[in-house]
């Protein structure tokens, strides 16, 4: 099992930037395959982006493409999300999330996904 928290949300104006760390307790962070969910208020939780269990490989939402980029660091059981050129659209809750046996092409689906941090509020001014 592991645990998750989030943190380096906040308020931003447009065109600033963000950095999100997600947290993982346990020593078998490496094996967890992980991603980057947002959800608005009034809507669906939806992906974000996804990163392999090595890192060696990472997945994008077409509306964040070019603009954030999740990396992670195993030694340091965090992954993180840096977010750049922010828009009032990406104003949502930001969860993380690990997956222990994910099929690869599923990055998207959050059933895919075993356990979840408590998110962070991102909220970008126009």
């Known amino acids: 099992q592991v645990q998750l928290v989030e943190s380096g949300g906040g308020l931003v104006q447009a065109g600033g930037s963000l950095r999100l760390s997600c947290a993982a307790s346990?020593?078998?962070?490496?094996?967890?395959?992980m991603g980057w969910f947002r959800q608005a208020l009034g809507k669906e939780r939806e992906f974000v982006a996804a990163?392999?269990?090595?890192?060696?490989?990472?997945y994008y939402a077409d509306s964040v493409k070019g603009r954030f980029t999740i990396s992670r660091d195993n030694a340091k059981n965090t992954m993180y999300l840096q977010m750049n050129n922010l828009k009032p659209e990406d104003t949502a809750v930001y969860y993380c999330?690990?997956?222990?046996?994910?099929?690869?092409?599923?990055?998207?689906?959050?059933?895919?996904?075993?356990?979840w941090g408590q998110g962070t509020q991102v909220t970008v001014s126009s």
């Open positions: 999330a690990a997956s222990r046996a994910l099929l690869l092409g599923r990055w998207v689906l959050s059933d895919e996904y075993d356990y």
């Open positions: 990163i392999t269990w090595s890192g060696g490989s990472t």
């Open positions: 346990g020593r078998t962070f490496s094996r967890y395959f």
